[in-house]
């Protein structure tokens, strides 16, 4: 069995389920513990990544400097991520600062087919000597060779590894198995593989990523994340660890860590009526929240927004059009 490398976003995507109001004392108590469980990689930040605090997008309680501050000073073995998104993170005012406060790794994401957006940033990463990795959001969209198209893309400018996201927890466990096993046999550098739990196989469609090759997986402690959160990092591991894999993570200190984060702020997701409408209509998990208060305000069904929505096929960062499919729903009721 290959290495395995687990990377932890619960105070980056985690942050979603509490409108990125993560407090001090939370990333101090979580960044500790992670040190202490042995975890691979601590990703940090507003929920749609480095920059995006906004009113559009919800306001972060602490500014990125702060929160990387926090972190940065608790992890010694533990390496510091953060997600970038192009238009969101400029390289002048957002990255060459984050850089300086020593994050080791930036995962540069886009939509599964606008990998050209990631050159500069992840060119400009390498070039601080820093390890870049390119991540592809919403990649159920798009069929294995167009993906692998985009990743080629990501591998020439410099990415260190490629990311699959299911942003909308829309994979079937056969879905993950080809494009992975198809991005390995077409890249030099390692895949990954980032779940949501919309269909409640957050942790199946995880282990068909490291049985199919990924060799860098994400999950989060109680599964805390956007909508229905993510793969449940401690349940992650144990699958992992009784499948005979080594992820060089100690458990019972992740099982505490686990519960200390859930005492605190970590409430495990609920896999409810439109987290699953979500994963069935392939929308961003993040869109659900919005989606229920849009809904409340016209008076229409949100589930129905939600499957409008997938119809558009829209993607993160088009939360505008909630609104407008909210009204032309309740125009036409």
């Known amino acids: 069995m290959h290495p395995l490398i687990i990377s932890d976003p619960t105070l980056r995507d985690g942050s979603h389920a509490v409108k990125h109001q993560l407090t001090r004392e939370n990333l101090e108590l979580y960044s500790q513990m992670a040190e202490k469980a042995g975890l691979a990689v601590l990703e940090v930040g507003h929920g749609n990544g480095l920059g995006a605090s906004s009113l559009q997008l919800g306001e972060s309680l602490l500014s990125d400097a ?8 608790n992890l010694r073995r533990t390496l510091l991520s953060i997600h970038v998104i192009p238009g969101f993170a400029t390289i002048n005012r957002d990255l060459q600062a984050a850089l300086g406060l020593g994050v080791d790794i930036v995962r540069v994401a886009s939509h599964c087919t606008e990998a050209d957006l990631t050159k500069r940033h992840i060119e400009y990463v390498r070039n601080q000597g820093r390890t870049a990795y390119g991540v592809l959001m919403m990649s159920h969209m798009a069929p294995a060779e167009v993906l692998g198209i985009e990743a080629l893309k990501m591998q020439s400018y410099g990415a260190q590894a490629v990311i699959l996201m299911d942003s909308a927890g829309a994979y079937l466990p056969g879905d993950v198995t080809a494009k992975i096993q198809y991005l390995r046999s077409i890249l030099d550098i390692p895949v990954g593989f980032h779940a949501h ?3 409640g196989l957050a942790i199946g469609n995880s282990l068909a990523a490291a049985e199919a090759g990924a060799t860098i997986l994400d999950g989060t402690a109680r599964g805390f994340g956007a909508g229905a959160g993510n793969a449940q990092l401690e349940a992650l591991v144990a699958a992992l660890h009784h499948s005979g894999w080594d992820t060089g993570i100690e458990l019972y200190a992740l099982l505490e860590l686990a519960e200390q984060a859930e005492l605190a702020f970590a409430k495990a997701p609920k896999l409810g009526s439109m987290s699953i ?9 993040g869109f659900v929240k919005p989606v229920e208060r849009i809904a409340k305000e016209y008076h ?5 927004v939600m499957v409008e929505l997938g119809r558009r096929k829209v993607v993160a960062g088009q939360e505008d059009l909630i609104l407008e499919a909210a009204l032309t729903l309740s125009q036409q009721s």
């Not at 702060?66 to 000073?73: G, K, N």
């Open 66 to 73: 702060e929160m990387l501050s926090i972190c940065r000073s």
């Open 277 to 285: 409408v979500s994963g069935m209509a392939g929308v961003f998990s």
């Open 300 to 304: 229409v069904d949100p589930k129905a």
């Open 197 to 199: 739990n919309n269909l």
